[in-house]
């Protein structure tokens, strides 16, 4: 993201501005999400063939990878929490697992993706196949830029170059992992426990 | 072919215009029309259909209002550019920033004038939403680029050309089977787009007998301008006429005749693998031809059913209609003015 | 301070004002482009059973004219406002985010190239299916070609530079004013910016997804549209809607925030109701997320939909009337100029009206069902793009060109190129309410001469070819206007905002001194700051990086277009590059 305002600049609402486009970001991302989720609850039901929701979801293994993201968003907070202080240890402790978290977290879903196409789940197979890995198919790319951005985050405390005067650069990253977490537990709401 | 001329109706629908140009350019405009002053038969200013007349009422109602509010606006305009023209040597003007009492009236202006729109278009909407109990069925299939009409309830399968009885409630069931058509009788009411797995109505009852042009509505792929059609209003009788003709299979042409050599080139160009023809083929992808020689025109109704228009049109189909899914079958010679006289045969 | 010059200095550079006028020259070009196409359909019009195009040619005539004046002419046209004009009305000596900005106009203008480049490969396989583009016509069994891929792939394109020029503006406007220059001192142009940009941040994603599910479709044979296997082509019309309705207003509001600033300088009146026209703008930029489905009403979605979509779209006219009353209020008891910006301000509001009020007439879903389609639409939304849209951006070229390039573009040509367009645009558009009316639909490469609409349609390609001429007078002007324009000077009409306060063009810093605000109208109301001579002032050097990033997003769609995974992972990888490098370039220096 762009460094153009140095944290101490004057802006007429005193918010940083890399912080507020960030917000704006969000915004346009729950449209896409929305329209995403939408999409997945209109034809939900509607395929002419299987398999179905009933007969392929695995709850109990999507939990525990839920939950390791849920647990990634923690270790964001702590992260950032560090660099802020000034903790430097700590900060690439927790920005590392954060980035693994995420990747566990795409584990799961290559797992999971792989074993429903043995099952003969595919996009082409369904409405239920093409709406549900579009959904969680364009989550795992944010995911993945995210596992990115975190290691791009570690290594350049890794470098050195990573302290309490770049906390901005941190807040943002971390309010773009939060989001998607966020966005996750809609999607592991709506298709993994009220599916039909 | 009883077209009502128009002329009236559309002087009634010119608002007065805003500046002398366009004053000018719409005189222009009006004088076209008045040389050629209709018939327009695709008009949507003269229904023949109670469909046709309650849509007319209410788009008159607005139209008045919106007359309405035209001279308002382009007047106070108008007469604000050149009552209040800059002077040289006049007093700066008052600066006024608003006024609260004229900012509510000229919020609560229009929303009155939009009570009195929307309340007859919704009753309209629901008045014209179902077809009364009885209607002669009629179901519209939307195919790249012609119509196929199924009467359920008489067993009659047709193209292109639908008929109706006057006087007596019809309810259209419209559908397509590849990309979405809109099925368009203006003279006979609004249109309805044709949309692979739904079905649309719309239900009217026509007013005067007579012969009325349509066309496809939706932008359907490279001949869309080329899927026309004509409904044709007829009496009573004539309308009982037309579906026991429709009901016949056609007979078999003698032996030798130039209509049997055409039958047999129906079935050598592989015509009959698209084309149903009662008691000979079953094809499912053309329209069907049992009495095309019936019908006034071809083609999708885009040209009058002449021999030479046959001829033209076997001949070379994606010339006549760019895209035409009927390819040129290279039918040349004695096979192609038997054919002709085959297909005119089907009465 | 000197500007720097060369190829290179344009090609890096990260200057609001310069890439306002990357925008507008390359907008202008398309609209020249798209008006080009114009000219063609209405030869092919001028008489029934004309052969001049063929069928297919037609077609993708009337497909990238919608296509290019939407995405590639009205909303750059815009755009090129909002970088060169915003950050001088709010006191700013940039955007927000210079880089991004730069990264829009190389996305805008390589997802531009990208599509019309369907234009010149053999067989010319230029779009073909409608700006809307239906399914299922788009979809490969009705489409085989690569003709749906170029739309498909390169909306996407330039939808990525509408959103970053989306929250780049919102944080500009948001977060960099002058003191003083409070949310309710804001000019009404740098407001209608802000509600545009939050529509174009949030139509643009329901777009995209619109047509992710389409490229799947065709590329990788999902069927999200497809009936065969239970999907609904009826489900693109609302996606597409979604989008399609908040996109007219983000096509209509700069335009409405223009003529809000050209009204008042040439009545010599502060804008009537400013807190109201302000409001109503937003309350359409809301409102417009509730009508997409009158854009449906042929489709048959029932009584009780129609009923209300009827009844939201009548609703919005309210707030739009409310506008046009306080311009008229504003013109009330002025000292009127008849400049050319303010005829074409004055014209906005006489056309824009009748657009407005042909519009409620299919707000009416019945009466809709006759008009639908048909070219009374045509007639309807052109008095509304053209009257409207066209109109303000043209007011805003007169208006601005003097303080974008220090010349004022000559008057009298204006007027002549002002007169032209007003009776071409006229008596092109005006006979098509009847065309439609008496039953021509939209969209056909020909008609019968049994229709009787012979002589309006030649009306219509007589007025086209009177536009024609009057762009060309147009270009001319600009032309000329170069070497023999008269010298602005800073503040050549009298205006009242922030703009006119600074030298034309202005240095690259914009204000010596960031002024202090104390009311809506600056110049009028006050004299203006007292100028320090302009100690060291940063300007932020330039970058290459932005281009090289937006160069990755034509390469990825070069994939999908010629079927070859491998490119997709090139061009990825030169996004990312250029991001990485972007991110991390000692910009400040």
Known sequence: MSHAAPPTHYTSMGLDSRKMGFWAFIGSECLLFGSLISTYLVYQGRSVSGPTPAQILNIPVTSISTFDLLMSSLWMVLALAAVQRGDMKW????????????????????????????????????????????????????????????LTLWVRALQGKLGPQHAMTVEIAGLYWHFVDVIWIVIFTLVYLLHK | MPFAPTFRGLRDAVPPQRRHLILLSTLLALGSIAACAGPFPQSTLSPTSDFGHSIDHLFRGIFWWAVGVFIVVEGILLYSVIRFRHRDGAPAPTQHHGHTTLEIAWTLAPALILVFIAVPTVQTI??????????????????????????????????????????????????????????????????????????????????????????????????????????????????????????????????????????????????????TVAGYSNGPIGPNLTHVGSRSMIAGSIMMNTEQHLRDWIANPPGMKPGSIMPNLHVSGPDLTALIAYLQSLK | MSEATGLKSWLTTTDHKRIGKLYFWTAFVMFLIGGLEAE????????????????????????????????????????????????????????????????????????????????????????????????????????????????LLGLQILGIASLAAGFNFIVTILNLRAPGMKMMRLPVFSWMTLVTSFLM??????????????????????????????????????????????????LILPAMGVVSEVL???????????????????LIGFMGWGVWSHHMFSVGLGPIADSVFALTTMLIAIPTGVKIFNWLATLWGGQIRLTTAMCFALGFIGLFTIGGLSGVTHASPPADLQQTDTYYVVAHFHYVLFGGTMMGLFAGMYYWWPKMTGRLLSEPLGLVHFWLTFIGMNLTFFPMHFTGLLGMPRRV?????????DDMNMVSTIGAVILGIGMIVF???????????????????????????????????????????????????????????????????????????????????????????????????????????????????
Request: charged share 10%.
């Open chain 1, 91 to 150: 900060a690439k402790v927790w920005l590392l697992g954060v980035a693994i978290g995420g990747t566990i977290f795409l584990g799961f879903q290559f797992y999971e993706f792989s074993s429903f196409v043995r099952e003969g789940l595919t996009m082409q197979a369904n409405l239920f196949g093409a709406t549900f890995f579009i959904l969680t198919g364009t989550h795992g790319a944010h995911v993945t830029v995210g596992v990115l951005w975190m």
């Open chain 2, 126 to 275: 629901f008045a014209t939403a179902k077809a009364p109990p009885g209607s002669l069925r009629v179901e519209v299939i939307g195919h790249q680029w012609w119509w196929e009409y199924r009467y359920p309830d008489l067993g009659i399968v047709t193209a292109n050309e639908l008929h109706v009885p006057v006087g007596k409630p019809v309810s259209v069931d419209i559908t397509s089977v590849d990309v979405i058509h809109a099925w368009w009788t203006p003279k006979l009411g609004g249109k309805r787009d044709a949309i692979p797995n739904h079905h649309n109505e719309i239900s009217f009852t026509a007013d005067s007998v007579g012969e009325y042009m349509g066309q496809c509505v939706e932008y359907c792929g490279a001949s869309h301008a080329n899927m026309r059609l004509r409904t044709f209003v007829d009496t009573d009788s004539a309308f009982q006429a037309w579906v026991a003709a429709q009901k016949a299979v056609p007979s078999l042409p003698a032996t030798g005749s130039p209509e049997a050599a055409g039958r047999a080139a129906f079935q050598k160009y592989g015509c009959i693998g698209c084309h």
């Open chain 3, 40 to 151: 063609l359909i209405r030869i092919q019009l001028a008489k029934p059973e004309n052969t001049f195009v063929t069928a297919d040619t037609y077609n993708q005539l009337f497909t990238m004219h919608g296509t290019t004046m939407v995405f590639m002419a009205l909303m750059p046209l815009a755009a090129a406002f909002f970088n060169y004009i915003v950050p001088l009305q709010i006191g700013a000596r940039d955007v927000a985010f210079p880089r991004l900005n730069a990264f829009s106009y190389w996305v805008f203008l390589l997802g531009t190239v990208f599509m019309n480049a369907s234009w010149l490969l053999p067989h010319h396989p230029a779009p073909d299916g409608g700006w809307f583009g239906y399914a299922t016509l788009t979809e490969k069994q009705f489409n085989p070609g690569p003709n749906i891929d170029f739309w």
């Open chain 3, 201 to 250: 941040i949030t139509a643009f994603p329901v777009i995209t997804v619109a047509l992710v599910f389409l490229m799947f479709d065709r590329v990788f044979g999902t069927h999200f549209y497809l009936p065969s296997a239970g999907g609904d082509p009826v489900l693109w019309q609302h996606l597409f809607w979604l989008f399609g309705h908040p996109e007219v207003y983000i």
């Open chain 3, 264 to 282: 008042p300088t040439f009545s010599r009146k502060p804008l009537f109701g400013y807190t109201v026209v302000v409001y109503s703008g937003v």
């Open chain 3, 445 to 453: 490469y020909t008609y019968s001469h049994d229709l009787g609409v």
């Open chain 3, 475 to 589: 270009v001319y002007n600009i032309w000329r206007t170069r070497k023999h324009g008269a010298v602005a000077g800073p503040n050549p009409w009298g205006g009242a905002t922030l703009e006119w306060s600074i030298p034309s063009p202005p240095p690259v810093h914009n204000f010596d001194v960031i002024p202090n605000v104390t009311s809506r109208l600056p110049l009028w109301d006050s004299s203006p700051a007292p100028k320090a001579p302009p100690g060291h002032i940063h300007v932020p050097g330039g970058s290459w990086w932005p281009m090289v990033a937006a160069a990755g997003l034509p390469l990825m769609a070069l994939a999908p277009l010629t079927h070859t995974l491998w490119i997709v992972f090139v061009g990825g990888a030169v996004l990312i590059y250029g991001i990485y490098r972007w991110a991390y370039e000692p910009f400040e220096v």
